[in-house]
């Protein structure tokens, strides 16, 4: 099976975005798959500003990037483009530290005003680290998720259906990138 990361860019302790990325790495657990979730909020601020990469969190961080399978990269969206935590840590990694893995990206936020900010602001970054293949992503609105009560994480039926049918899309990706013979036979 596949090791995944899912990176989480939301600076909040309480955050709806992580919320959703640990409900994701779960459905991907069941699969198998080996997840591993960093929260970047938790590394080193000063290191990460002034591009320590010789930090020893800085550099564990990376290598878990470049070691990956797959990469999961959940972000809230501020001020129309995704957080300024996760733009320090993509501007840390090496440019191709997304060569050859499937990746998917996750983004909330509060209006559907910043429904495009994936396509717009997310994904020319990701290509530009070298992306494979950038599965379809997935903006989900604040109020549609729950990250306090303990009980499930999607409180709208249509986004539980949405964020299942992009699981998939990326459970797919993932699989047929894993096992050359079934990527053949997906471009024959």
Known sequence: MARILILTGSPSLRSRTSALALHVGDELSLDGHDVEVLHLR??????LLSADTADPAIAAAVRAVIAADAVVVATPIYKASYSGLLKVFLDLLPQAALQGKVVLPLATGGTIAHLLAIDYGLRPVLVSLGARHITAGRFVLDTH???????????????????DRTVAGFRDAVRLVGDPADAALATA
């Open 42 to 47: 938790g590394l080193p601020a000063p290191a």
């Open 145 to 163: 998720i729950d990250h306090l009560s303990g009980g499930p994480v999607l409180v709208d039926q249509t986004s539980r259906d949405c964020i």
